[in-house]
């Protein structure tokens, strides 16, 4: 099993440029979850999904929006990229029930310029 | 809402003395309580959770933490640290009460473990 799998890696963008991440799940998952993490403010989580088909806002949503068109995937797209979204991001997924801890990707790296 | 303090930036301590990284934590029911360690430039791992029952809960790589209701603390332990345990460890809680599975971080606790 992959686990959770992240692209792209590394991503430098112009302000107002757009760009897609895609996070990939290989266990089932049902639950998905994408957060950005800055330096001394742990993980927030940006926006989530229930399932296919279903997303959420969490703490951070302001600039960025999501899809879950299958199970196995869960995209976070910046329509307008700002300085102020240059962070790590990293998705994470879990079961609906029993085990209850994620599982997360290694991350993205976007700069904004 | 629930909320998770990480009291120390950095803990620092000498390879084969015991490590602990402080948790405490709030939420408006009963709590699911993890732990989870990120290396450099990697995702985060998990390392142990309490969900119910036994106090003292045994994780990954030699791992424990002790969770205490009374004072709302679930901290992290190692009897015998290892400079391989220098990495940035989070306490994260997730509230019995949401359906959904969100977990709420703590800032991270960088751990430094010198030869």
């Known amino acids: 099993n992959a686990g959770v799998t992240q692209t792209p890696k590394f991503r430098v963008l112009k302000t107002g440029q757009s760009m897609t991440l895609l996070c990939a799940q290989d266990m089932n998952h049902e639950y998905m979850y994408w957060y950005r993490q800055d330096p001394g403010m742990g993980l927030r989580l940006i926006h989530y999904?229930?399932?296919?088909?279903?997303?959420a806002k969490g703490e951070v949503p302001d600039g960025y929006n999501v899809s879950r068109l299958k199970k196995q995937n869960f995209l976070l797209g910046l329509e307008s990229a700002a300085p102020s979204q240059t962070s790590v991001y990293f998705c994470?997924?879990?079961?609906?029930?029993?085990?209850?801890?994620?599982?997360f990707g290694p991350g993205t790296r976007l700069t904004v310029t | 809402a629930q909320s998770v303090a990480q009291p120390e930036d950095q803990v620092n301590v000498a390879e084969g003395n015991p490590l602990t990284v402080k948790c405490t934590y709030s939420?408006?029911?009963?709590?699911?309580l993890f732990w989870y360690v990120q290396y450099p430039n990697r995702g985060l791992q998990f390392l142990l959770k309490?969900?119910?029952?036994?106090?003292l809960v045994k994780g990954s790589y030699g791992f424990e933490a002790e969770f205490n209701k009374s004072q709302t603390s679930f901290h992290l332990k190692k009897p015998s640290a290892l400079v391989s345990d220098s990495a940035l460890y989070f306490c994260a809680v997730r509230d019995l009460t949401d359906s959904w599975g969100k977990l709420q971080f703590g800032a991270g606790t960088q751990v430094v473990v010198t030869p």
């Open positions: 999904s229930v399932g296919e088909g279903t997303t």
């Open positions: 994470a997924s879990s079961y609906l029930s029993g085990s209850y801890e994620q599982y």
């Open positions: 939420v408006s029911g009963n709590p699911y």
């Open positions: 309490y969900i119910t029952g036994d106090n």
